[in-house]
């Protein structure tokens, strides 16, 4: 069975960090691209960042560009969001879910995704 858990949500600051992390499980989803979405209240679900299964290939949507950063740690099954100079326009439940490969180039199409995880709040507020 394959769950993906994401972790590291909270409360900070303008201007501040924050590390999401997207732990993996079940399957060979090495072989997967990850990607980030997020969902702010009232708004549809917003692709933020992706990593193919090599690490290799990363795409950002035009407004994280510069701020965020994703990266993959196969050996522990984890992926990672780098999350600087936060802004209130960040304030979404983010979440992480796993594209089937071969992911060569990866995308943050939703419909793109097989598996999804529950979900980490991030709010950015003073």
């Known amino acids: 069975q394959v769950q993906l858990v994401e972790s590291g949500g909270g409360l900070v600051q303008p201007g501040g960090s924050l590390r999401l992390s997207c732990v993996y499980s079940g399957s060979t989803l090495d072989y997967y691209g990850i990607g980030w979405f997020r969902q702010a209240p009232g708004k549809e679900r917003e692709g933020v960042a992706c990593?193919?299964?090599?690490?290799?290939?990363?795409y950002y949507v035009d407004s994280v560009k510069g701020r965020f950063t994703i990266s993959r740690d196969n050996a522990k099954n984890t992926v990672y969001l780098q999350m600087n100079s936060l802004k209130p326009e960040d304030t979404a439940v983010y979440y992480c879910?796993?594209?089937?490969?071969?992911?060569?180039?990866?995308?943050?199409?939703?419909?793109?995704?097989?598996?999804w995880g529950q979900g980490t709040q991030v709010t950015v507020s003073s």
């Open positions: 990593v193919a299964s090599s690490g290799g290939s990363t």
């Open positions: 879910a796993a594209e089937a490969p071969p992911v060569t180039l990866c995308g943050v199409v939703a419909a793109s995704y097989n598996y």
